[in-house]
Structure formats: structure tokens, C-alpha cells
């Protein structure tokens, strides 16, 4: 049975919980809104009752936001009454659901500026800080009941950004307001999981239970666009059924472009490729023995030297023996 008092939690593999005030801690957080409140008016915050002419004045609500908040908050009132009514077809059974939903998305656009404006106010600080004080205080380990924040508030104000303390203050939330989760109660979101239009997360699916968008395309659990190739493995592919990887790049096998005789088009970084593959590949001279061929030449130098005296010497004594005839005649 469901402890009506605490809501437990699991964060990586470890359970929390939040669990109801006691009467001590309410006081305390009451007292310490009413400080904050002084606090915000003696500096000179807004009030809340000034806020619809704030928003005004800094044209962040006008008569026409106001008409357009009014139509769609109207749009879902006749929804709501189509499917509370049926007897219509179920496909425009769903139609109405989905618009309902996208209208309150509408709804919360154009309240953003009022809630952000309101968060200002001397009301909105006050009520922020009770809402600190008590999550700060009610949030504790499931097992022992001991408190997550040994600091109470200082902790928790130091460390909003905790994975613990951001899934736990919307359990928090839901423990005050003695509700579940707020999806849960749409009338849309009701239609939708009643016929089996939406899983447990309330996101929209087909008859085989595979996530869809609006338009029944198939998505994965990000969004992105598959097609489901068996039961078990899917691909992702473009809005056009074109196969991509994760990146979102197309999963094609590139051919060259043909100039206009059908011819492949060689571009200049491939061109430039292929004369650096050939010169790799054309067989290198061997280099000479450079010094081999130098003591071969050192050898012969002295050679010819020889050879040239001896020829000189010949000649020499040619002409000797020429003169030593002539002397005698």
C-alpha cells in the first residue's frame, strides 16, 4: 500500500523520497514567507496586483494576447465536452485530443512572460521561499529518513542544480498539491491512454506500440526520424525515407559527376592524388658509388701522368739522335 505521506524516488541506482511537512516545519516555513515578503516590499518589488500593468507597460500583454489566451483556453473547454460527449469517429476522437494538447502548449507560450514577471512579485519571492524551505527540509534518504540536505535551505540553495534535488521537488510538488502528476489528469491525455494512443510516458505510439509524431511517422525515443527494418533494429532516415547515420549525414556510396559526354569529372585534388600515387610507384634510379667511381678516377690520373712523360722522353731522344746525324755529315 502507498504511504500517502512520502513519495519515494530512484536517482542512478539510489532511492529518495519527499515526505509531508509536520506542523513545526509549516509554521516555520510560513513564518519565514512573511519575512521574505517584507523583505521584497521594502525594497520596493511589485506587487501582484500591479502585475497586469507591468506587463502592459513593457508590451508583454496586450487586449489581443488576452483574446487569443481566451480562444484557445475555449478550444479546450469544447474539446473537453467532445470527448466527455462521443459519438464521433474515433480517428477525429484523437484529432480533437492532440489539438487540445496543442493549444494548452499554446496556452503556457503566452503565459511564460506573466509567470516570469510573477516570479517578481513580492507574493511570487514569498511563495518560492516557503516552497524552499519545506523541500529542503522534507527531502531525505528513503532508507533511513535522514535529510539529503544536512544544512536544511543553505545546502539546497547551494546546490539547485543536483539531479537528486531537481527530481525531487517536482515529487514535492505533486505531495503538496495532493495530486499526481498533472498528466495524468488532461481529459486529453485521459483519451489517449484510455484507446491505447499514447504509452505510459504519455507519448504517442502505433498499434504495434512504436513511438510516432503527429503525422504517424516513426521516431526513436530523441525524436528523430526510422524505419523500422524487423521488430528488433530500425535506421534513420530523412523526411523523405532516405537512409542516414547518427550524425544526420546521408549513408550514400558517393559516384564522380559526369561532364556532358557521360565521361567521369576528375577534380583536381583526385587528379593530383593520382600523380603522387604514379610517382610513388615508378621505379627509383639506383644512385652511383660515388666513391668507387672517385679512387677509379684518382687511379687513372696518375696513369696518364706516367704516360705522358714516357711520350715526352721518346720525343727527346728522337731529336737527339737527329742531331748527332747531322753533325756527322
Given at each position: 500500500m502507498a504511504d500517502e505521506n512520502k513519495t519515494s524516488f530512484e536517482v542512478e541506482g539510489k532511492m529518495y523520497a519527499v515526505r509531508r511537512p509536520k506542523v513545526d516545519e509549516i509554521r516555520k516555513a510560513n513564518e519565514f514567507r512573511s519575512k521574505s515578503f517584507n523583505e521584497a516590499l521594502q525594497r520596493g518589488d511589485m506587487l501582484r496586483e500591479q502585475l497586469e500593468s507591468e506587463l502592459r507597460k513593457r508590451k508583454l500583454w496586450s487586449d489581443s494576447r488576452e483574446?487569443?489566451?481566451?480562444?484557445?483556453?475555449?478550444?479546450?473547454?469544447?474539446?473537453?465536452?467532445?470527448?466527455?460527449?462521443?459519438?464521433?469517429?474515433?480517428?477525429?476522437?484523437?484529432?480533437?485530443?492532440?489539438?487540445?494538447?496543442?493549444?494548452?502548449?499554446?496556452?503556457?507560450?503566452?503565459?511564460?512572460?506573466?509567470?516570469?514577471?510573477?516570479?517578481?512579485?513580492?507574493?511570487?519571492?514569498?511563495?518560492?521561499?516557503r516552497f524552499n524551505y519545506l523541500f529542503a527540509t522534507c527531502l531525505v534518504y528513503d532508507d533511513t529518513g535522514e535529510g539529503y540536505f544536512a544544512n536544511g535551505l543553505d545546502d539546497y540553495l547551494l546546490n539547485q542544480d543536483d539531479p537528486v534535488a531537481l527530481t525531487g521537488a517536482?515529487?514535492?510538488?505533486?505531495?503538496?498539491?495532493?495530486?499526481?502528476?498533472?498528466?495524468?489528469?488532461l481529459p486529453e491525455n485521459q483519451f489517449l491512454k484510455r484507446f491505447n494512443f499514447v504509452d505510459d510516458d504519455y507519448r504517442l505510439v502505433d498499434e504495434d506500440g512504436k513511438l510516432i509524431d503527429k503525422e504517424g511517422r516513426h521516431i526513436d525515443e530523441f525524436g528523430s526520424l526510422v524505419k523500422w527494418i524487423n521488430d528488433e533494429e530500425f535506421e534513420h532516415v530523412d523526411t523523405e525515407g532516405r537512409k542516414v547515420n547518427d550524425a544526420g549525414d546521408y549513408d550514400v556510396d558517393f559516384s564522380p559527376f559526369l561532364d556532358d559526354a557521360g565521361e567521369p569529372v576528375i577534380e583536381k585534388d583526385e587528379a593530383k592524388d593520382s600523380e603522387e600515387e604514379v610517382a610513388e610507384e615508378k621505379p627509383k634510379r639506383k644512385p652511383r658509388k660515388k666513391k668507387a667511381a672517385s679512387k677509379k678516377k684518382k687511379k687513372a690520373e696518375p696513369e696518364a701522368e706516367v704516360a705522358e712523360e714516357e711520350a715526352e722522353t721518346g720525343q727527346e731522344e728522337s731529336e737527339g739522335a737527329e742531331a748527332d746525324e747531322a753533325s756527322e755529315e
Open positions: 483574446t487569443e489566451y481566451q480562444d484557445l483556453r475555449q478550444s479546450i473547454l469544447d474539446g473537453e465536452f467532445k470527448l466527455k460527449k462521443g459519438g464521433i469517429r474515433l480517428a477525429n476522437a484523437k484529432k480533437v485530443a492532440l489539438e487540445m494538447g496543442e493549444a494548452r502548449e499554446s496556452m503556457i507560450t503566452l503565459l511564460s512572460s506573466r509567470t516570469d514577471l510573477d516570479s517578481n512579485t513580492c507574493e511570487g519571492k514569498a511563495d518560492a521561499a517536482s515529487h514535492f510538488y505533486y505531495l503538496l498539491s495532493g495530486s499526481d502528476n498533472v498528466d495524468q489528469k
